[in-house]
């Protein structure tokens, strides 16, 4: 049961594992919603996310024989590092159970805090049931990242630290994965101040707590396909939806679309590494009536590799017009790629890249196909650089851009 002596004595113990994350003001988000945003970057715990508060609690109420077993957990990632960090700290053996599509930067960060990753199954489910079949065989300690409430009242050490440095707090969002996070912010910030709204936030792709308050009970989606990996969960628990149910005040989904538009914000805004998962609250904002009301969107953590950041700016620039590919014909002949460079140069366009194909037409003197990639302003500086060309003759066909 989750009371608020648990809760207490959680949030005193996980200090000693956790950065202190000050609430950060965000000027952008507040002029975007017209209320006061804060974000709480637990991207900036020192395993980049916000699991190792539930792992070490639960760890420290195990029994010592129960540790000298050894732990196996599952998890997509963070909790994977949550785990073996507070194993660490305890020293006791760690396996980590992770979905093979896991994050390198996830999996590499797991194995260097000294925990033995296993890679199974697609999801996180899959990992999760293998976990659980080893704990079996083996006689590991399974931990779970989100179905104990030991787990939850750690996670609700989040909740502490936000009402204690903001009071008047009116919404606290956080993102859903299998439910552990929010039922652990959600039934201690009741318990503080029944006044405050907490809002969970899923992805459309993965919405298993969204099924699971619409059937009454937690049921099992049949895919769980999003970029939002750590929360890519098809059930969520058992133990703490009835939490959930009582203390959660409205649940949104979210996009895939979204998350990406939501990474270049707080990159260009806030200078923060979000990963998908904890972007969730940030684009979710939007669809809250927030004037004249404090939010405070939580930002779970920061793990992301590099090549799936870049693929995410990449795409993000495209989505905002701010990066698009162009093709005109053109007869061939001199002077006319120098025409084109003008009339974008005039219009304060940047080219890109150029690919130059003679082969579009058995007639080179009618025509070849210039394609041009090109770097622009929005989506009103790029219609100002299509109807520059457009002047001048050249026709421009719209294309689908790609930087590599």
């Not at 405070?296 to 700016?313: E, F, H, P, Q, R």
């Not at 007869?331 to 940047?350: C, H, M, S, Y």
Request: proline fraction near 4%; charged fraction near 20%; glycine fraction near 8%.
């Amino acid at each position: 049961m989750l009371t608020l002596e648990k809760f207490e004595e959680a949030s005193e113990l996980v200090k000693k594992v956790t950065n202190p994350t000050k609430l950060v003001y965000s000027e952008f988000l507040s002029e975007q919603t017209g209320g006061k945003v804060y974000l709480k970057p637990e991207n900036m715990q020192y395993t980049g996310a916000y699991k190792v508060r539930g792992a070490y609690y639960k760890i420290s109420t195990l029994s010592e024989e129960e540790r000298e077993k050894g732990l196996i957990t599952a998890s997509a990632g963070n909790h994977a590092q949550g785990v073996a960090y507070a194993a660490q700290k305890f020293g006791c053996k760690a396996v980590i159970v992770m979905p093979t599509v896991t994050p390198l930067i996830k999996v590499n960060r797991t194995k260097n805090y000294g925990a033995e990753v296993i890679l199974h199954g697609d999801v996180y489910d899959d990992a999760c049931a293998y976990a659980m079949k080893l704990a079996e065989e083996k006689g590991y300690t399974f931990v779970h990242p989100f179905d104990d409430l030991d787990v939850a009242a750690g996670q609700g050490s989040i909740a502490m630290e936000i009402v204690q440095e903001l009071p008047t707090v009116d919404y606290i969002l956080a993102p859903i994965g299998g439910g552990g996070l929010i039922t652990g912010v959600a039934t201690l910030a009741k318990m503080l101040n029944p006044k405050i709204k907490v809002i969970g936030v899923e992805p459309s792709p993965a919405a298993s707590m969204t099924a699971a308050l619409r059937a009454g009970e937690p049921v099992t989606l049949p895919t769980a396909n999003t970029i939002a990996d750590g929360t890519a969960v098809k059930r969520v628990g058992e133990k703490i939806f009835p939490y959930v149910q009582e203390n959660v005040d409205q649940i949104l989904t979210v996009e895939d679309d979204e998350l990406i538009g939501a990474f270049l914000d707080l990159v260009e805004n806030h200078k923060m590494i979000v990963e998908n998962s904890g972007l969730l609250t940030v684009a979710a904002l939007k669809q809250l009536e927030l004037t004249g009301k404090k939010a405070v969107a939580i930002l779970s953590g920061g793990n992301m590799d590099v090549i799936t950041m870049s693929s995410i700016v990449q795409h993000g620039l495209i989505q905002r017009d701010r990066i698009f590919s162009v093709s005109v014909l053109l007869p061939d002949k001199p002077g006319e790629l120098v025409r084109v460079a003008a009339t974008i140069a005039n219009a304060q366009g940047n080219v890109i890249k150029l690919e130059h194909n003679q082969f579009v037409s058995t007639n080179r003197n009618a025509a070849v196909e210039l394609r041009i990639t090109m770097e622009a302003f929005g989506t009103e500086h790029k219609q100002e650089i299509m109807q520059a060309l457009e002047d001048e003759g050249f026709r421009p066909r719209e294309i689908g851009a790609k930087l590599y």
